[in-house]
């Protein structure tokens, strides 16, 4: 089966730096994606990864690595405001998006 | 400018009753999707449509129906509610079929089925 996994919840400070991970098997890969949901709201497209290495977007990094089935995303200088939850989604061979159960981060003062 | 909307925003249902959920996007995307999203799950696809006139089944089509008359609207029906297609239902677009590297979503209409 084809299967997604990040934390369930993480608690950082404000102004630190939190990584997010993301470990990912499905059938094929074409593609991972990063989406940030505040509460009650829709998720909103953060970033896309689609080969190895990191993608850098201002305070926000994306990595991958593809042989080992795996990402993280990266929050830096943490503001109140970073705190929701992070979605994982790998796009596989079916051009079908597979969505993570989401990582809620709680930012503290 | 609205991007996406749906309503209602939120609906208690009677089991056994029909419902249709309402979604418009003023985008001019080609493709459409509706997803159910859960508490601990992921979101998960009920049905997608790549172009007007078309349309496809996700992971979880079952107890749903969905029309692509134009580009605008994507209306999802339940034909006969029950109480575990309570979910929070999120509509979204992407430019083109699901080769696109961004979907927008709408605000989420919020179902509870009694």
């Known amino acids: 089966g084809q299967n997604i996994d990040q934390p369930t919840e993480m608690t950082a400070t404000e102004g630190a730096i939190v990584q997010i991970n993301c470990t990912y098997q499905?059938?094929?890969?074409?593609?991972l994606f990063w989406y940030q949901q505040h509460a009650g709201e829709a998720p909103t497209f953060l970033s896309y990864n689609v080969l190895d290495g990191l993608e850098e977007k201002g305070r926000f990094s994306s990595f991958l690595s593809r042989s080992k089935g795996y990402s993280y995303l990266l929050l830096k200088e943490l503001q109140m405001k970073d705190s929701a939850s992070y979605l994982c989604?790998?796009?596989?061979?079916?051009?079908?998006?597979?969505w993570g159960a989401g990582t809620k981060l709680i930012i503290k003062p | 400018i609205a991007g996406i909307t749906q309503a209602p925003t939120s609906q208690i249902l009677a089991a056994g009753r029909r419902m249709t959920l309402r979604c418009t996007q003023d985008?001019?995307?080609?493709?459409m999707y509706w997803y159910r999203q859960d508490l601990g799950l992921g979101l998960r696809l009920i049905h997608y449509?790549?172009?007007?006139?078309?349309?496809g089944k996700g992971e979880v089509p079952d107890g749903y129906s969905v029309s692509r008359a134009n580009t605008d609207d994507f209306p999802l029906t339940l034909a006969s509610a029950v109480p575990s297609q309570t979910s929070v239902y999120f509509c979204a677009s992407s430019e083109a079929g699901q080769g696109s590297n961004e979907q927008f979503f709408g605000p989420g209409t919020r179902l509870t089925v009694l």
């Open positions: 989604a790998v796009r596989d061979s079916n051009y079908q998006l597979i």
């Open positions: 499905t059938s094929g890969f074409n593609g």
């Open positions: 985008m001019r995307h080609n493709a």
């Open positions: 449509s790549n172009t007007a006139g078309t349309t």
